[in-house]
């Protein structure tokens, strides 16, 4: 089985794209096989995702797809790479219903896949305030594989340096 990452985030907004192409692209130009995947019925980051592994993106949506149409979309792609990443959709815990179906952390329990959490660090509280809000529940089956947190987007890019 080819090891799996999902990428989440408390809510939209937070990063989530920029992480894991970024990671997709470093390590494609290390020499690895990677594989990218998105969590739900998207089709703008998936092309994004596409072109920065090199290979198609694949949809992963626990709320559309029947169970054995995802397991075989999961295998296909665990099959193509040495390692799968995967953009959630949302905030971890937001789907359908009261169960959450077609969640981030729904796709994690299905796939054993750990989750990484993207945080937007201009959004956050004060260091040491506890977990971001959205992600406050026990982790998903997986579980929590780290915490990336960023400075975040929002103003103007900042004005390039000159070489030293």
Known sequence: MTAGLIIAAPCSGSGKTVVTLGLLRHL????????AAKVGPDYIDP???SAACGA???NLDSWAMRRETLAA???EIESAA????CEGVMGLF???GEAGLGSTAGLAALTGWPVGLAVDAAGGGPPGAGPPPGVARPP???GTAGLGVHPGGGGAP???RAPA
């Open 73 to 75: 979309q999961i295998g």
């Open 140 to 142: 998903p089956a997986g």
């Open 28 to 35: 494609r130009r290390k020499g690895r096989r990677v594989a």
């Open 47 to 49: 092309g994004f995702l």
């Open 82 to 85: 040495e390692l799968v990443l």
């Open 56 to 58: 198609p993106c694949r």
């Open 94 to 96: 937001d789907g359908a």
């Open 158 to 160: 900042a004005a390039p």
